[in-house]
């Protein structure tokens, strides 16, 4: 099995360079004129230069411009060969003009700033150092370690559930003392009768 050695990380000057290449490349096949949409060179040159452009982005190089990935090179409409051949020559010549113009501004104006690439957030995100246990769980230790809503909840679903069990214990018990206790907090559905008014009479 052969040694894996993982990509270096891309800067800009460095992703410049490979764009020269990909540049000098492409010119020399185009010059050959093999080049077609579905030639296996032309095929792996375009994936070479959207890898290119997917690394820098991940370096924090977001507004690195090339329509490359999303462009249509080969044409499937109604029309002849040579109307397809124009138009996979458009699509080439757009692209080269865009990796030109990616070189001719670094060379002119330097690298653009980077904003904060996924990597880098990853590793400078803090992360929380595991808790440790010690072998023997105190309830000091407990309280502080655990965050008040949590031993305010446990509290509250204990009581409830301890106050819902002592009522339906006393109900099954079936005791007067239980009856009268469980009949004390139970509202009264039986509507009580007006006492009668009395008229005095006048004799």
Not at 59 to 86: H, L, N, S, T
Not at 109 to 134: M, R, T, W
Not at 143 to 166: E, H, Q
Request: proline share 7%; with cysteine.
């Amino acid at each position: 099995m052969k040694d894996y050695f993982p990509p270096k990380p891309l800067d800009y000057p460095g992703f410049v360079e490979d764009l020269r290449d990909l540049l000098d490349e492409a010119g020399s096949l185009e010059a050959i004129g093999t080049w077609s949409p579905d030639d296996n060179s032309f095929r792996r040159w375009r994936s070479k230069l959207i890898d290119l452009l997917v690394r820098i982005s991940k370096a924090g190089y977001m507004d690195v411009r090339c329509e490359v990935e999303d462009r249509a090179f080969k044409y499937c409409g109604p029309g002849d060969d040579k109307y397809a051949a124009k138009v996979f020559e458009q699509a080439v010549d757009d692209t080269m003009i865009e990796l030109q113009l990616i070189v001719d501004n670094f060379v002119n104006h330097g690298a653009p700033k980077a904003e904060a690439s996924e990597v880098n957030e990853e590793i400078s995100a803090p992360v929380a150092a595991p808790l440790a246990v010690p072998e023997k769980v105190t309830i000091p230790w407990v309280l502080k370690n655990t965050p008040a809503s949590v031993i305010w909840g446990a509290l509250v679903t204990a009581l409830t559930t301890l106050a819902a069990t002592f009522m339906v214990g006393l109900a099954a018990g079936g005791t007067s003392f239980g009856q009268a206790l469980i009949a004390k907090f139970t509202p009264s559905t039986t509507a009580t009768a007006p006492a009668s008014l009395t008229v005095p009479s006048h004799k």
